[in-house]
T-cell receptor, first 114, second 111 residues
Framework: GESVGLHLPTLSVQEGDNSIINCAYS??????FIWYKQESGKGPQFIID?????DKRQGQRVTVLLNKTVKHLSLQIAATQPGDSAVYFC?????????????FGRGTSLIVHP | NAGVTQTPKFQVLKTGQSMTLQCAQD?????MYWYRQDPGMGLRLIYY???????DKGEVPNGYNVSRLNKREFSLRLESAAPSQTSVYFC??????????FGPGTRLLVL
């Protein structure tokens, strides 16, 4: 079956730098995408989402970009902090509102050096 | 609100033993999910329940059963545990906004 994948399994950055985490998805029918953050020993936590009718969405220090042409998703974290160190997952959702079934990628480990 | 709670936090089983993982949410969500997460892997869906009274298989349902006891609770049962079921199990729920909220996980070791 189709699945979500990540280009970089580990990303190391310096505190204060901007981080970009990439994700490729396979199913062109996917219409809802979510980024999650998972800290060690904890469950995934929602960061930001985007629907397929949008190209960009901004949150606090985070921006998600969606390129449907090449089926690519990215998460940008501005002024990365040590507390941002975690594994980041993207998830694509297929189905219809109210019955989405997500598929998760393997995750990218972000390491922030002080 | 406690969000999504899971019990137990840790469990060690011997091959062939059975156990039930409990999950409850207090956000009045319709949908609930069970995932497993293995080292270096993403989350894989075991079973989900789109609403009270319904359950459906996910990507890796073999060896598991589920019960949607009521709107709040969704349990996962291992009838005869195998070492391949050693994993971290996460329960999640979602409402109309589709965003999934995850519990803290249950770490299971099958010897």
């Amino acid at each position: 079956g189709e699945s979500v994948g990540l280009h970089l399994p580990t990303l190391s950055v310096q505190e204060g730098d901007n981080s970009i985490i990439n994700c490729a998805y396979s199913n062109s029918a996917s219409d809802y995408f979510i980024w999650y953050k998972q800290e060690s020993g904890k469950g995934p936590q929602f960061i930001i989402d985007i629907r397929s009718n949008m190209d960009k969405r901004q949150g606090q220090r985070v921006t998600v970009l969606l390129n449907k042409t090449v089926k690519h998703l990215s998460l940008q974290i501005a002024a990365t902090q040590p507390g941002d160190s975690a594994v980041y997952f993207c998830a694509e959702n297929m189905g219809s509102p109210g019955s989405y079934i997500p598929t998760f990628g393997r995750g990218t480990s972000l390491i922030v050096h002080p | 609100n406690a969000g999504v709670t899971q019990t137990p936090k840790f469990q060690v089983l011997k091959t062939g033993q059975s156990m039930t993982l409990q999950c409850a949410q207090d956000m009045n969500h319709n949908s609930m999910y069970w995932y497993r997460q293995d080292p270096g892997m993403g989350l894989r869906l075991i079973y989900y329940s789109a609403s009270e009274g319904t359950t459906d298989k996910g990507e890796v349902p073999n060896g598991y059963n589920v019960s949607r006891l009521n709107k709040r609770e969704f349990s996962l049962r291992l009838e005869s545990a195998a070492p391949s079921q050693t994993s971290v199990y996460f329960c999640a729920s979602s409402g109309l906004q589709e965003t999934q909220y995850f519990g803290p996980g249950t770490r299971l070791l099958v010897l």
